[in-house]
T-cell receptor, first 114, second 115 residues
């Protein structure tokens, strides 16, 4: 059974700092990995999708990497801003018979202080 | 604008009542999903549908029912058999699994509270 762990559970940083959020998964047989952002009381917003054959994806100040063999992904946020404050979730889609399903981590709550 | 619309945003229910949460998408996606989110837990899959008139149980389907009569609609009924229905419910859609599975997109959620 796939398990997804996100460390740290919460992170507080001053504005302008570069930061890394971590995601690990137990079964490396994945189809893709997706990073989401969730604001309080809201739905999830897709940030980046990395297919299993890719090593990284970039969008603006965000960069996500994937090391499938070690079961790890990182989300790098450059020059953080107060507006980046949110919960960040990673989710992996299984391969083969499990490819319908995304398994989610519990998220990292990020606070960027002005 | 293209997207996923969930309604109602907030819903209160008395014990013993069934309630139906609406999910509509205009993204022309084949696959639709219902997830439940509880504090301190990851999202858990309730039901999913890969094509019209077909759906499968997820990890926590007991006490829930769905239908998929139209491509754009995937309503979720929370029945009185669901023992702990108070939660935040999220609907999602994505390209189907025939071919390359892509991103999953989510609605804004419906918060159900049982009084």
């Amino acid at each position: 059974k796939q398990e997804v762990t996100q460390i740290p559970a919460a992170l507080s940083v001053p504005e302008g700092e570069n930061l890394v959020l971590n995601c690990s998964f137990t079964d490396s047989a994945i189809y893709n990995l997706q990073w989401f952002r969730q604001d309080p009381g809201k739905g999830l917003t897709s940030l980046l999708l990395i297919q299993s054959s890719q090593r990284e994806q970039t969008s603006g100040r965000l960069n996500a990497s994937l090391d499938k063999s070690s079961g790890r992904s990182t989300l790098y946020i450059a020059a953080s801003q107060p507006g980046d404050s949110a919960t960040y979730l990673c989710a992996v889609r299984g391969s083969g018979g499990s490819n319908y399903k995304l398994t989610f981590g519990k998220g990292t709550l990020l606070t960027v202080n002005p | 604008d293209g997207g996923i619309t969930q309604s109602p945003k907030y819903l209160f229910r008395k014990e013993g009542q069934n309630v139906t949460l609406s999910c509509e998408q205009n993204l022309n996606h084949d696959a639709m999903y219902w997830y439940r989110q509880d504090p301190g837990q990851g999202l858990r899959l309730i039901y999913y549908s890969q094509i019209v008139n077909d759906f499968q149980k997820g990890d926590i389907a007991e006490g829930y029912s769905v239908s998929r009569e139209k491509k754009e609609s995937f309503p979720l009924t929370v029945t009185s058999a669901q023992k702990n229905p108070t939660a935040f419910y999220l609907c999602a859609s994505g390209r189907g699994l025939a071919g390359k599975a892509g991103e999953l997109f989510f609605g804004e959620g419906s918060r159900l509270t049982v009084l």
